[in-house]
């Protein structure tokens, strides 16, 4: 069942239009990826989806109709998110309970569950200055979903974050996913790949497409080859691309990348050459195209 669905959703900004008719629906129990480029609409759509941008035209109906008051469904992280820095962790999570409408009691114990679920728990006492950036991003997760939402949107959750802190909150939203629908925004598409159940990709404020991560290699992937020489990479790259026609060929840095459509006759063609000529070959992989692969096909359409 949908938590909710959007229809034909539209926002300008003065003369230009930045969100071009939307249509999805999100369901519960999915961890959902909005991916697109700095200034693709990201930001927002989610700000619309939380009602804090009201849009121009088109619906956006959460479950229980269209007049329920969608609050108590939903939980929202921004993209960057301030705290009452002089509060501790516990009193501000508790804090943000009651002004979801918890009991105090409630509102505490719940608090309490969470600190544990984020791995904060030591940190409680802790005044919120003192507090990691990681750590930070983990207790405003705490507080977008203390009240229990059926749905909890976060906008850029880790780009702002080191290895480390990033690597916290990927591991927390993967353990969300079992108690909420999560849409998240990003422009990396590695943290999409790796929790994701589904992919929107938003291209000028267009969706340009959508679907499980699965379904989207089935239909967008192509076999891939990578190669790389001690010497002369893009020389030797551009000679064997004049063997048969290719998809693409891409350089990046020492490496050139071939998308081919029949992966054994590029493989044998390749190999004969390269053994043939004596070339300095240092590496030969055979891989599946990426979700940056795949970002990148839809968005050229």
Not at 6 to 34: H, M, P, W, Y
Not at 119 to 133: E, F, L, T
Not at 225 to 254: H, V
Request: glycine share 8%.
């Amino acid at each position: 069942m949908p938590v909710v669905s959007i229809t034909n959703l539209k926002k300008r900004f003065q003369d230009q239009e930045v969100i071009k008719g939307l249509d999805f629906q999100l369901s519960e129990g999915k961890c959902i990826a909005l991916l697109g480029a700095n200034g693709a609409g990201k930001t927002t759509t989610l700000k619309m989806l939380a009602g804090l941008m009201k849009p121009d035209s088109g619906s956006i109906v959460f479950e229980g109709g269209e007049k329920a008051d969608f609050r108590r469904l939903i939980g929202y992280l921004p993209q960057f998110p301030v705290f009452y820095e002089w509060m501790t962790g516990k009193e501000f999570l508790e804090y943000a309970g009651r002004l979801a409408g918890l009991p105090k009691a409630t509102a505490r114990n719940r608090a309490e569950e969470l600190f544990e679920l984020t791995g904060i728990s030591d940190a409680k006492n802790r005044r919120i200055g003192k507090y990691s950036g990681g750590m930070k991003q983990r207790l405003g997760i705490a507080q977008a979903i203390i009240h229990r939402p059926k749905l909890v949107m976060l906008d850029e959750p880790v780009s702002a974050l080191d290895p480390f802190g990033r690597r916290e909150v990927l591991e927390l939203m993967d353990k969300l996913k079992k108690e909420t629908a999560i849409l998240f925004s990003t422009h990396i598409l590695n943290d999409a790949e790796e929790i994701c159940d589904e992919i929107l990709f938003l291209h000028n404020g267009e969706l340009v497409e959508s679907g499980t991560l699965a379904g989207l290699r089935t239909k967008h992937q192509q076999a891939k080859i990578d190669l790389a020489f001690k010497e002369n990479t893009l020389q030797y790259a551009e000679e064997l691309s004049l063997l048969q026609p290719f998809s693409s060929m891409k350089l990046d840095g020492e490496y050139a990348s071939f998308l081919v459509e029949d992966i054994e006759y590029a493989r044998e063609l390749f190999l004969t050459e390269i053994m043939k000529r004596n070339l300095p070959l240092v590496k030969f992989e055979i891989s599946r195209t990426r979700l940056e692969d795949v970002f990148m096909k839809v968005v050229q359409k």
